[in-house]
């Protein structure tokens, strides 16, 4: 019996020495909740969740102010949604270290190489100037919008719950929203009155619309005060069909169809004087009178400048494009001109006529 005991004892010390015990730290995947800032409205819009951006984060034992971007944690790491999740995630999973804390700096679209939807150079960040690109470039065959973020420094988890959920609609993640680094400017195009009683039908066409004179290429540096600087260029832009642009007409009742084309652009000062930056038109003013079964067409072609300046008539004026701006101009279209016909009226005076006349008295 004593033997048994003795036995049971051994066999229960050998299963204790074989057993295999694993024990799995908690990781958590850095995620992170994006948004777009709209300065007209104070207002967060949702960051496409077809789009990409970059990333790039440094990690700190203190904190960002004493040790800056000594430690590099992400290097310009593409960042997307991911819709299985619900997050948004890097492409490369990285993770929440144990110790000290994360700083983030984004922008948007990703580049991972030169050339690609404006970026002549791959953006660059400092602790004195943030990010800085160099040469960058407003590519005529796109449309694409230029952003950075607010650096968000000393993280050490995902926030949670998410600071835009409401716009973004994730549940967690490192706040990240995105400043537009350029201006977006859109035209609106209407028909002016009819003012011809002997016209039945009238209707103006936009054959071309383009912007001309356009600085298209220059360098932004996120902390200083001007942000752009060294610009050049006098490209042109046109706006199509593509755009919106379409056939304006109105009725009796004056009414018109709006149209509405825009074009992101670089922001910049606008000329007073000289070359300036202008919308130059192309239209057909198509005009059916009474009696007519058929319209007679008018080709006109306009050039408007962009700088306006009214103020000292009390009115408003637009003599540049700023960062984060959304410009909306009004283009009315009429299809006379300014001048009102008058008439100069006079009367041939009478053509004397002299001699001697006799007339017989009649009885």
């Not at 890097?90 to 679209?109: C, E, L, M, Q, V």
């Not at 600071?163 to 609609?169: L, N």
């Not at 042109?236 to 074009?263: F, G, Q």
């Not at 202008?278 to 007519?292: C, D, H, Q, R, W």
Request: charged fraction near 15%; include cysteine.
């Amino acid at each position: 019996m004593k033997k048994y005991l003795i036995l049971a004892a051994a066999a229960l010390v050998a299963s204790a020495a074989c057993a295999k015990i694993e024990r799995t730290d908690d990781q958590t995947a850095i995620t992170f909740n994006v948004a777009n800032y709209v300065q007209l409205t104070k207002a967060n819009t949702e960051f496409s969740k077809t789009a990409t951006f970059g990333t790039f984060a440094w990690w700190t034992p203190t904190d960002w102010a004493t040790n800056g971007q000594t430690n590099i944690f992400m290097d310009n790491q593409e960042v997307a949604y991911n819709s299985t999740d619900n997050v948004w995630a890097p492409t490369i999973p990285y993770f929440w270290t144990k110790t000290g804390k994360i700083t983030f700096a984004s922008y948007a679209p990703y580049t991972a190489a030169a050339g690609n939807n404006g970026f002549v150079n791959l953006p660059v960040h400092s602790v004195a100037d943030g990010f800085t690109f160099t040469d960058y470039t407003i590519v005529n065959s796109t449309d694409v919008d230029l952003m950075y973020a607010d650096l968000i420094a000393d993280q050490t988890k995902n926030t949670n719950p998410a600071t835009y959920s409401a716009v973004s609609g994730v549940a967690e993640g490192v706040p990240t929203l995105f400043h537009h680094a350029l201006t977006k400017v859109a035209f609106v195009f209407k028909a002016g009155k009819n003012t011809n009683p002997n016209v039945i039908d009238q209707a103006i066409a936009l054959d071309e619309v383009k912007i001309i004179n356009i600085n298209n290429k220059g360098t932004f540096t996120q902390n200083n005060a001007s942000q752009w600087a060294s610009q050049s260029g006098a490209a042109e832009y046109e706006l199509n069909a593509a755009t919106n642009i379409i056939n304006m007409k109105w009725d009796d009742t004056d009414a018109h169809v709006p149209s509405v084309a825009s074009r992101i652009l670089l922001p910049q000062e606008l000329a007073a004087t000289g070359t300036q930056q202008a919308i130059y038109l192309s239209y057909t003013i198509k005009t059916k009178y009474k009696g007519t079964t058929d319209f007679a067409d008018e080709v006109v072609t306009s050039t408007v400048p962009l700088y306006y300046d009214n103020s000292a008539l009390g009115g408003s004026k637009l003599v540049k494009w700023g960062i984060n701006e959304s410009i909306l101009y009004t283009i009315t279209i009429n299809p006379y001109s300014d001048d009102p016909i008058y008439f100069d009226p006079a009367v041939v005076d009478w053509t004397p006529v002299t001699g001697e006349f006799e007339v017989n008295d009649v009885n």
